[in-house]
């Protein structure tokens, strides 16, 4: 289950508190909570994810994707800000 609550919202910004699993049909409904709170121009969106328990692949690709839509992702678990690491990159050996 995923729970998506309204905690700020002003006119330059909107604090989403998301709860519980990011995954299967979930991910999509994440997506369009964010496409909705960020649909005007200016508005700052930024994710509360210290309630968050659980991420897919599916949903660390998005949180990857609006982190560099310059959403903010706020006190995930260190299981999910480990996830969120992009990889090193190879060097030549």
């Known amino acids: 289950m995923l729970r998506i609550t309204v905690v700020e919202s002003s006119a330059e910004g909107v604090r989403l508190r998301v709860e519980g ?3 299967g049909g979930w991910v999509e409904e994440l997506r ?3 496409d909705v709170h960020a649909l005007c121009d200016g508005i700052r969106l ?3 994810l210290a309630d968050v328990s659980f991420v897919d692949a599916a949903g660390i690709g998005l949180l990857k994707g ?3 839509c310059c959403v903010t992702l706020l006190s995930p678990s260190p ?3 480990e996830q969120l690491k992009d990889p090193e990159p190879c060097g030549d050996v």
């Open 46 to 48: 930024t994710l509360d």
């Open 66 to 68: 609006l982190r560099s």
């Open 32 to 34: 369009r909570s964010c």
């Open 21 to 23: 699993r990011v995954m």
């Open 79 to 81: 299981y999910v800000a």
